[in-house]
Nanobody, 124 residues
Framework: QVDLIESGGGLVQAGGSLRLSCTDS????????MAWFRQAPGREREFVAV????????DYAESVKGRFGISRDDATNTLYLQMTNLKPEDTAVYYC?????????????????WGPGTQVTVSS
């Protein structure tokens, strides 16, 4: 059973900010690489950000570098995606995902567990 749950999505104006959260009631997030992906209507799911296990090195898609930040709070077992300076092209369903690997991988096929997603809509 996969217990990843995202929250924090919503409607925001261009230039605004949102923080997404991902929790798992059954497993410790820091033991695996954790990532955020997104999927807009009519488009394939794309990588947004990843944090490796344990010490947690991070990587980002070029389109979000400098605007988004991925972090993990081990005390609360929560993965975050802080999104700033949002653009209409950031509109998508955002998914939290867990890999069996500890490495900061970036392709959807490397991730086995997925949350149901949370909608982010950025108006112009």
């Amino acid at each position: 059973q996969v217990d990843l749950i995202e929250s924090g999505g919503g409607l925001v104006q261009a230039g605004g900010s949102l923080r997404l959260s991902c929790t798992d009631s059954g497993r410790t997030l820091k033991m695996n690489a954790m990532a955020w992906f997104r999927q807009a209507p009519g488009r394939e799911r794309e990588f947004v950000a990843v944090k490796s296990a344990l010490e947690g090195s991070s990587d980002y898609a070029e389109s979000v570098k400098g605007r988004f930040g991925i972090s993990r709070d081990d005390a609360t077992n929560t993965l975050y995606l802080q999104m700033t300076n949002l653009k209409p092209e950031d509109t998508a369903v955002y998914y939290c995902a867990r890999s069996k690997s500890i490495l900061a991988l970036t392709t959807p096929g490397e991730f086995d567990d997925w949350g149901p997603g949370t909608q982010v809509t950025v108006s112009s």
